[in-house]
């Protein structure tokens, strides 16, 4: 079971919600999601493009702008190396099209995921120094490649490194030392020493704060119109890769989704049409979880120079035909993860797995571009570190997922030894390694894992003690000023204690789903279980005995449980009607 937990920041609620012209509720809420004052609390309502930080307090930046502006003014051609996910495409079509309008000579290489690996390697440099290039620009990756920037400098290359990513280090005497590729500028804001203001940011971000950098520099129309454009680019790149939705990330994303809304980028209105989004209300959700798993695609079955394309295109036609073929690689992917987790629990069954703290899931016969896919829902579903492993062409290849105990990058660099190659950050890494090497990595891992048994308890955070009939339609209009909500930044989430469930039937094609008839203060109302309902039944007969759960679909019997749920507003025939999703129950 979860551990539930009332946030309970304290705060003059009424008076904040008549200053600001919400629910006193919606004021609290706010209040949780960390605003100290009724200016923070402002800022989170009202805050705007003006409320981003310097781009110049990033480390090295004042160099790369120098070193890149030098390349473009010598003519020296240039090359954009991205990575294979939303972060790392988004991140490249915003240096590609940003170089360009400073009147760079610029292309772009994006590495194959299964041919290359991540980031820029060996074969990409040696390409680039064949093609003439002059400048490498690295994004959304490069902190770890001090040997392959080290090779561009032999072939009589430059090169700048903008990456987010942890910077890999060696440890002496209990002390950390950065390695850091040595190069005109390294921008990453968690080098040592940064003094940024917000570190939580995405490739993207990085590269679309080097183009206001820039701009800083050397203004131009053309590159300001560039930047009012890329502010989309980084708000699919921040989403995609779970970045926190805090500070200037919070302000990018719901920006972008604003532009978005009537985007004239024809590769991101193709994919807004071949999945059903144009003319609809966009969130964080529709980046994470529709356009950007279109994108990711791309680079997990084919290649992600692919999607690049398609956002650098100009011809909509041609983009709105390729959009369709990625939406169906798309749910060819979402097929291949689906038997991949079934894999997985099935392999943790048969190897007794579950009594382990970290989970290192060796799927031999699944495709490698799923591997981080699958960690995700099995990390989800037990709340454990996760590392799902797959046989590739050379050697072994994997991913992990972390949770917020668990340090991931750190503990994969306790045991480096063990890997041909790794990066990432806390919450998510990929590494390579020798097959000999397979069950030593689980070993260890479990061994200096130092997780406690309430690590590995899911908390569930909720804001307030809130009765269903206290929930009104102006009440969700005031929450959904949360939105963009998202990691760090969740929309509100209410508990309440005995609410009576008199009945229950099943939704969906497969009755996947469920609605649950509820009272509460004697009133009824609907709340919809998109959960496991198997899971539901077996809590409900375990509670109150076998067979309580079929009584309740049959409407005989009724059961009371605390329940933690999430509102919203139904619209139906022009009517609106509150709507209450359940989310968790004890």
Known sequence: MEKWIEIRKSGNFAEWGKELGIDPLCARVIRNRGAETIDDARNYLEGDMSLLHD????????????????????????????????????????LVKGISACGGDVSYAIPHRLKDGYGINDDIVRDASQSGVGLIIT?????????????AYELGMKVIVTDHHQVPFTEENGLK?????????????????????????????VAFKLLMALQSRRP???????????????????????????????????????????????????????????????????????????INSTGRLESASESVGLLLSGDYDMCLKAAQEIRQLNDLRKNMTTTGVKKALEIMESEN?????????????????????????????????????????????GSGRSIPAYNMFEKMSEVKELFTKFGGHAMAAGFSLEESNLSELS????????????DLVKEVRFDACVPLDYITTGLIRDLEKLEPVGSANPGAMFAWKDVEIRS??????????????????????????????????????AKYGEGTSEDLYAGRKSVKLDICYEPGINEFKGNEYVDFKLKYYM
């Open 443 to 454: 070993k260890r891992l479990n061994e200096k894992a130092e997780l406690s048994v309430d």
């Open 504 to 541: 229950a039937s099943r939704m969906g094609k497969e009755g996947q789903y469920g609605k649950l008839n509820a009272y509460c203060n004697g009133k009824s109302y609907k709340l919809i279980n998109f959960g496991d309902m198997q899971a539901f039944d077996a809590y409900i007969d």
């Open 353 to 397: 797995l579950t009594e382990n703290k970290v989970l290192v899931i060796y799927l031999q016969d699944s495709h490698e571009s799923i591997a981080g896919l699958v960690a995700g829902k099995i990390k989800e579903r037990f709340n454990r570190p996760v590392l799902v492993i797959t046989k590739g062409e050379e050697g072994l290849k």
């Open 220 to 294: 131009s129309n053309k590159l300001a119109a560039v930047i009012d454009e890329a502010v989309q680019f980084a708000a699919l790149g921040t989403a995609c890769d779970v970045m926190d939705l805090c500070d200037e990330n919070r302000i990018v994303v719901k920006e972008g989704l604003r532009k978005m809304a009537i985007t004239e980028n024809k590769g991101l209105k193709a994919l807004m049409t071949a999945n059903s989004l144009a003319g609809t209300k966009l969130s964080a959700y529709s980046l994470s979880f529709v356009i950007g798993p279109c």
């Open 177 to 205: 030392k950065e390695i850091l590729p040595q190069c005109i500028a390294v921008v990453d804001p968690h080098r040592e020493g940064s003094v940024y203001p917000y570190r939580g940011i995405c490739g993207a971000m």
């Open 55 to 94: 781009p110049f307090l990033l480390p090295d930046m004042d160099k790369a702008v120098t070193g890149l502006l030098d390349a473009i003014d010598k003519g020296e051609k240039i090359r954009v190396v991205g990575d294979y996910d939303v972060d790392g495409v988004t991140s490249t079509c915003i």
């Open 139 to 151: 994004c959304d990756n490069g902190i770890a490649a001090a040997s392959q920037v080290a090779l």
